[in-house]
């Protein structure tokens, strides 16, 4: 017979999940995926110790990925939407052209603008790193400024891009884990995310103020790398047209995946009219990304591609989406079987007693996405766990789940790269070649946005509540007609 699980037995599966990421993942570096999996193990004891049948627990894992299958089908689409782009030349046009207008007299502000820029555009923090960072390093080095400031700037203008690029896969995966939808999460975080870019963008300036102007040779890589974009692509103005149908679909509120699709199909039309690339490589680039190799330029070498092009450029592809989306499933699993042994609703009954104000949930969001990511050191894991824990005391509180997914990303997302032993970490600091601790105090951004979300859930300001309606209707219906 079915009973209500205790709170020893609710927390239990969730303390398992904390200690097997801790030490395998966190100490072991063993892969998370087969790690949740365990948890999982753990959750389905518990959950057939409390009477919960396994054809039960199938029907609650169903369920999740049921609900999450249309963001699933998203981010899919976005690997399409990045492999067109880049061989369409769009995303390397805009690089090309952000480089070029680098006022290195202004190094550390610059360093936080482009790399936002470049972020939003590609949707990845660790590719904006590794490409224009790396070249902002060096231009930084020349100029003798603070190099952990600039690498600061760095990450938090990268992390400021992938928090707000429709293109990111961690901002896609917030409103699947909260039940909210993509462009209204992305237009919601504009409360927390545009206070702490001022306040980054007034301490880079007044720190960057009395750097000296003068002549500056751009450092070798830099102009090699834009010799090589303008090699390899054709420039055209409208290689701007994929961006534009997104951000005129963002504006009009135009469902996502049709969206995506219709400028990837722009994109892939621009691949052969402007770029001149065969029918054969736009459609591999759709499936495993856009590769150098592609290019058949007369007098190119793609063999002589210096290692900062091809990070930059070779990426995309529904492939490219793989570990998100598998992680994503191995989470699924873990909160299917919570969910129907009641273990969540037994920790939220329990929460719910204690937290009586807005202020107060939003304050145990932040507590626990930094508890996850100083655990796990992993974005991703740092957004589902926590999203699936709050997301029913948001809906008890009357609170739209837009609300939730904006806090996920404010504690989980920007936090990961501050954190030494995550895998963010340690990519930045070996890619800058400044160590964690020494650009964390810089990357104000990263540490802002939580604080802004706990002001923020103190007096209301930015708080939308549901209204009646929203109240009987299911999360993940509504998302499910927003993305379709």
Same mark, same amino acid.
């Given at each position: 017979m079915k009973r209500q699980p205790t709170f020893a037995e609710a927390v239990f599966p969730i303390a398992a999940m904390l200690v097997l990421l801790a030490i395998g993942f966190g100490y072991f570096k063993f892969q998370p995926e087969p790690l949740l999996l365990l948890a999982s193990i753990c959750a389905g004891f518990i959950a057939l110790r409390v009477g919960v049948k396994w054809d039960e627990m199938m029907e609650g894992v169903r369920e999740k990925i049921?609900?999450?299958?249309?963001?699933?089908?998203?981010?899919?689409?976005?690997? =399409?939407?990045?492999?067109?782009?880049?061989? %369409?030349?769009?995303?390397?046009?805009?690089?090309?052209?952000?480089?070029?207008?680098?006022?290195?007299?202004?190094?550390?502000?610059? &360093?936080?603008v482009v790399s936002a820029i470049i972020s939003i555009v590609t949707g990845t923090s660790w590719g904006s790193v590794g490409t224009v960072g790396?070249?902002?390093?060096?231009?930084?080095?020349?100029?003798? &400024?603070?190099?952990?400031?600039?690498?600061?700037?760095?990450?938090?203008?990268?992390?400021?891009?992938? +928090?707000?690029?429709?293109?990111?896969?961690?901002?896609?995966?917030?409103?699947?884990?909260?039940?909210? @939808? $993509?462009? @209204?999460?992305?237009?919601?975080?504009?409360?927390?995310?545009?206070?702490?870019?001022?306040?980054?963008?007034?301490?880079?300036?007044? =720190?960057?103020?009395?750097?000296?102007?003068?002549?500056? &040779?751009?450092?070798?890589?830099?102009?090699?790398?834009?010799?090589?974009?303008?090699?390899?692509?054709?420039?055209?103005?409208?290689?701007? $047209?994929?961006?534009?149908?997104?951000?005129?679909?963002?504006?009009? +509120?135009?469902?996502?995946?049709?969206?995506?699709?219709?400028?990837?199909?722009?994109?892939?039309? $621009? &691949?052969?009219?402007?770029?001149?690339?065969?029918?054969?490589?736009?459609?591999?680039?759709?499936? %495993?990304?856009?590769?150098?190799?592609?290019?058949?330029?007369?007098?190119?070498?793609?063999?002589?591609?210096?290692?900062?092009?091809?990070? $930059?450029?070779?990426?995309?592809?529904?492939? %490219?989406?793989?570990?998100?989306?598998?992680?994503?499933?191995?989470?699924? =699993?873990?909160?299917?079987?919570?969910? +129907?042994? %009641?273990?969540?609703? =037994?920790?939220?009954?329990?929460?719910?007693?204690?937290v009586r104000r807005t202020g107060s949930l939003v304050l145990s969001t932040v507590v626990s996405g930094i508890t996850m990511a100083l655990v796990t050191g992993n974005s991703y894991l740092s957004i589902i766990i926590p999203g699936e824990i709050f997301k029913d005391a948001y809906k008890k509180k009357r609170l739209h789940a837009k609300n939730l997914s904006r806090t996920l990303e404010d504690s989980g997302t920007v936090v990961v790269p501050l954190i030494p032993w995550s895998s963010a970490g340690v990519y930045m600091a070996g890619t800058l070649g400044v160590s964690v601790l020494s650009y964390a105090p810089w990357a104000i951004l990263c540490y802002l946005g939580f604080f802004f979300a706990i002001i923020l859930g103190y007096t209301g300001i930015g708080i939308e509540k549901l209204k009646e309606n929203d109240l009987k209707t299911d999360y993940s219906e509504n998302y499910k007609e927003n993305v379709l």
């Open positions: 049921d609900a999450a299958m249309p963001a699933i089908l998203i981010l899919i689409s976005i690997g =399409v939407l990045i492999g067109t782009w880049m061989i %369409s030349g769009s995303i390397p046009m805009m690089i090309y052209f952000g480089i070029k207008i680098i006022n290195p007299a202004f190094i550390i502000l610059i &360093a936080f790396v070249a902002l390093m060096g231009i930084a080095t020349g100029l003798g &400024a603070s190099l952990p400031a600039t690498a600061g700037a760095i990450v938090a203008g990268a992390y400021f891009g992938d +928090k707000l690029s429709p293109l990111s896969d961690t901002t896609n995966l917030a409103p699947i884990a909260a039940g909210s @939808e $993509l462009y @209204e999460h992305i237009k919601h975080m504009l409360y927390t995310t545009i206070p702490a870019a001022v306040i980054s963008l007034i301490v880079y300036t007044v =720190v960057g103020f009395n750097l000296a102007e003068g002549s500056f &040779a751009t450092p070798d890589t830099t102009e090699t790398m834009l010799n090589t974009l303008e090699t390899m692509f054709s420039w055209n103005i409208l290689l701007l $047209l994929p961006p534009i149908i997104i951000l005129y679909g963002s504006i009009k +509120k135009k469902p996502t995946l049709p969206t995506i699709v219709a400028s990837s199909i722009v994109a892939a039309i $621009l &691949a052969k009219l402007i770029q001149g690339f065969t029918w054969s490589d736009i459609f591999a680039s759709t499936v %495993s990304g856009f590769n150098v190799s592609m290019v058949k330029v007369e007098g190119f070498n793609p063999e002589n591609v210096i290692w900062e092009v091809t990070r $930059l450029v070779n990426r995309g592809g529904m492939q %490219s989406m793989t570990s998100v989306i598998l992680i994503s499933f191995c989470a699924f =699993v873990f909160a299917g079987i919570i969910t +129907k042994a %009641s273990c969540l609703e =037994v920790i939220m009954t329990t929460l719910m007693k204690k």
